[in-house]
């Protein structure tokens, strides 16, 4: 566990360096790339939330400093007034945009160290350490 804790940070610093340098946060990436993937249809709050891999305690805060940049907006839903949707900016599609070619170099360059086969053993062994989790935990697995 030690090992994978390890990884996980050597990796997320790595990233983070990245992700610095265009004033990001991994949540405000990841966040950004959600609402890019759902396009028009924006998502709700609880929406982003559900989705987040690590838990993200304070989204509003989070969403409000993206807003204020204009990588995100907010408004109703026509249909449900009561729904605050979240959708991307073409600021922030521009932000992603110079940001994915560095992100893809990091992703292939650690991949690279390795041969197919121990990548295929990584991912393995990954899925089993979740499934592991979830059942002790008893909630469902993220597809």
């Known amino acids: 566990m030690l090992a994978l804790g390890l990884a996980i940070s050597d990796l997320g610093a790595l990233s983070a360096e990245i992700l610095d340098r265009h004033d990001l946060s991994h949540t405000q990436y990841n966040v950004l790339r959600m609402l890019r993937g759902v396009g028009d249809q924006g998502l709700t709050h609880t929406e982003i939330?559900?989705?987040?891999?690590?838990?993200?305690?304070?989204?509003t805060r989070m969403v409000d400093r993206l807003e204020k940049r204009r990588l995100v907006r907010r408004?109703?839903?026509?249909?449900?007034?009561?729904?605050?949707?979240?959708?991307?900016q073409p600021r922030g599609r521009e932000l992603l945009e110079a940001?994915?070619?560095?992100m893809a170099a990091l992703h292939r360059w650690v991949a690279d160290a390795m041969s197919s086969s121990r990548r295929e053993m990584l991912v393995e062994l990954c899925e089993e350490i979740i499934e592991i989790a979830a059942e002790r935990s008893g909630r469902e697995l993220k597809s």
């Open 75 to 88: 408004e109703r839903d026509l249909d449900d007034r009561r729904k605050v949707l979240h959708r991307i």
């Open 99 to 102: 940001v994915e070619p560095h």
């Open 49 to 59: 939330t559900k989705w987040m891999i690590m838990g993200v305690p304070d989204v």
